[in-house]
């Protein structure tokens, strides 16, 4: 009976690894540093901050159809069931997440949206003040708004 403790590279290969924010190159060469990584998930940035509405749709329409395209080897996590299914079948989960909420502004009909077109991470601000709150760039920081307030409640 081998009761050797497991080495570093065997606790990588059985964990799941989520790169927690990144942006994905849509290309076969992503796949491969995901693969060479052992990454089970990535947050990705699907649109840039500050984008508007419909450049985030289009964003996120690429990133999709990419994921349809490469269904053997990615799929769209909506759910932690989703990052354990990628694990065992040894792809890469991709969570959908912008770094503002520009593109949405404060019409929660688009939150619902966005929520249906796969976005499961959801930052309120990023470098400055928004409808939501203060960004980290800002030099006060008085928190969220009574919107960003009423926008959180709405996203739970």
């Known amino acids: 009976m081998n ?4 080495t570093a590279a065997d606790i990588h290969r059985s964990a799941l690894v989520v790169e927690g924010s990144t942006v994905i190159e849509l290309s076969d060469a992503h796949l491969e540093r995901i693969r060479r990584g052992g990454v089970t998930a990535v947050n990705h940035t699907v649109t840039r901050p500050y984008a508007g509405t419909i450049e985030a749709l289009r964003d996120i329409n690429r990133c999709r ?9 990615v799929l769209l996590a909506l759910t932690v069931a989703d990052i354990e299914r990628a694990k065992s079948e040894g792809k890469e989960a991709v969570i959908l997440g912008p770094q503002d909420t520009e593109m949405i502004g404060v019409d929660l009909d688009l ?25 980290c760039g800002e030099d006060v920081d008085p928190g969220l708004t009574r919107a960003g307030k009423y926008f959180v409640a709405e996203m739970n």
């Open 3 to 6: 009761t050797a403790a497991p």
């Open 65 to 73: 159809r990419w994921i349809d395209a490469h269904a053997d080897q």
């Open 111 to 135: 939150l619902g949206t966005f929520y249906d077109l796969g976005v499961r991470i959801l930052q309120l601000t990023y470098q400055r003040q928004n409808l939501l709150g203060t960004g």
